[in-house]
C-alpha cells in the first residue's frame, strides 16, 4: 500500500523513485528492483533444502512482492544505507525517532528494538525464495551487522549476534546444535493433531521416524525429534516444543523461529 502511495503521490514508478532518492545519493550501485529477466552482475542464485540434499530454490516472479520485499542488495550497500539513514541523509530527526521507536512491544516503524547484553539494537531480518537475511544496527556503537544467505534455512539471526558480540568485545552465544534421536511410531501418534496459533493453524502428522508439518497456506516443513517433546528442522532454523495438559496430553505447541516465540492450542 505504501509503494501504490508513494507511487501516486509521486509520478514515479517505485523503482524509480528508490533509485533516484535513496540508491542513488546513497552511492548504493548494487542495489535495485530484483528481476529475474534483467542480467545483474555478480547477482548470487538462491537455494533450498531438498529431500536428497540443497537444490536450486523455484524462481518465482521476483517482482511480486513490490515494495514489501523486490529488492536487492549487497552487504556493502546495506552499509552505506545504515550510515546514510542513521547519519540523517534519508529521514529527518524526526521521522527517524518516530522509525524507531516502539509502539507494540519491541516493534517500532518495520523495525525491531531491543537492548542485547545492555546495547540497544535495531533490528530486522527477512526471507525470501532461495535467500536469508538480517541486519542489525547499534547506533550507541555505530556497529552494523548485516548477514546475507543464498540458502534457506541458514540461521542468520544467530550469525548478527555472533558476529555483533565479537565488535563489541564479548564472547560471542554457543551456535544451536541438535542432535536427533529416534520415537517410536505409537509415540509420534501422540502429538499428531491441528494446533490453532493466533493468525494460521498446522497439522502434525506423523510419517515415518519424524513429523511432517503442514500449514494451512499449503506449506509443509519436515520436524525431527530431539527429545520426547521438542522437535527440529533440517536446517530451517525452526523448533518446536509441545507440552502436555492435565490429563497427560500434548495440547499446547510452541513455535521458535529467528528468536520469536509462538503458542499454538490443539484444537
Known amino acids: 500500500m505504501l509503494g501504490c502511495l508513494l507511487e ?16 542513488k545519493p546513497l552511492g548504493m550501485n548494487d542495489s535495485g528492483l530484483l528481476s529475474f529477466v534483467t542480467i545483474i552482475p555478480r547477482r548470487a542464485s538462491g537455494y533450498w533444502p531438498g529431500n536428497n540434499g540443497i537444490e536450486n530454490a523455484d524462481r518465482p516472479d521476483a517482482r511480486m512482492g513490490f515494495s514489501s520485499g523486490s529488492l536487492y542488495s549487497s552487504t556493502e550497500d546495506l552499509l552505506r544505507w545504515e550510515e546514510g539513514l542513521f547519519g540523517g541523509r534519508v529521514l529527518s530527526p524526526a521521522s527517524l525517532r518516530k522509525m524507531t521507536t516502539p509502539f507494540k512491544s519491541n516493534y517500532a516503524c518495520g523495525l525491531h528494538v531491543d537492548r542485547v547484553n545492555g546495547h540497544l539494537m535495531i533490528e530486522h531480518d527477512g526471507n525470501n525464495i532461495g535467500f536469508n537475511s538480517d541486519m542489525a544496527y547499534y547506533p550507541e556503537d555505530q556497529i552494523a551487522v548485516i548477514v546475507l544467505a543464498n540458502l534457506n534455512g541458514t540461521v542468520t539471526g544467530e550469525m548478527t549476534r555472533a558476529l555483533a558480540a565479537v565488535a563489541h568485545g564479548e564472547t560471542p552465544p554457543i551456535p544451536s546444535v541438535h542432535k536427533e534421536i529416534s520415537l517410536s511410531k505409537e509415540v509420534l501418534t501422540r502429538y ?18 519424524h513429523l511432517l508439518v503442514e500449514f494451512d497456506n499449503g506449506g509443509t516443513l519436515t520436524v525431527f525429534p530431539e527429545s520426547d517433546t521438542k522437535f527440529f528442522s533440517k536446517p530451517w532454523p525452526t523448533q518446536f516444543d509441545f507440552s502436555k495438559n492435565e490429563h497427560g496430553e500434548f495440547t499446547i505447541l510452541k513455535r521458535y523461529q529467528d528468536g520469536a516465540e509462538e503458542i499454538g492450542a490443539k484444537k
Open 192 to 209: 499428531a493433531g491441528t494446533y490453532q496459533f493466533p493468525h494460521y493453524s498446522l497439522k502434525m502428522v506423523p510419517e515415518g521416524n
Open 8 to 23: 501516486r503521490i509521486s509520478g514515479q514508478t517505485y523503482e524509480e523513485f528508490v533509485q533516484e532518492n535513496i540508491f
